[in-house]
């Protein structure tokens, strides 16, 4: 499996924007898919974005033409983009990987408000 840690989270005011990463314990080569979920106070924990290792990416409704998923291989690392935040982007946001297993990181806070 491989161990991941979440940076970026934070404070930010509606319309900002914040930019998530994900550093990996290995080389995202060898893991076929990567993404982020979010999980909102009271609710359950959906998918945000996923990008394959061939770069094809997958967005929830709710966050397109907002938010934008990116890999650096050389750098083991995962991106996210994103802006135009609004209050209901607010939550935990958590990465994952997976290959023939799952391997999710412990989340970083994400808090859009005035």
């Known amino acids: 499996q491989v161990q991941l840690v979440e940076s970026g989270g934070g404070l930010v005011q509606p319309g900002g924007s914040l930019r998530l990463s994900c550093a990996a314990s290995?080389?995202?080569?060898?893991?076929?898919?990567m993404g982020w979920y979010r999980q909102a106070p009271g609710k359950e924990r959906e998918l945000v974005a996923i990008i394959t290792s061939g770069n094809i990416t997958t967005y929830a409704d709710s966050v397109k033409g907002r938010f934008t998923i990116s890999r650096d291989n050389a750098k083991n690392t995962v991106y996210l983009q994103m802006n135009s935040l609004r209050p209901e982007d607010t939550a935990v946001y958590y990465c994952?990987?997976?290959?023939?297993?799952?391997?999710w990181g412990k989340g970083t806070l994400v808090t859009v408000s005035s």
């Open positions: 290995r080389s995202l080569s060898s893991i076929n898919r």
């Open positions: 994952v990987a997976s290959r023939t297993w799952v391997s």
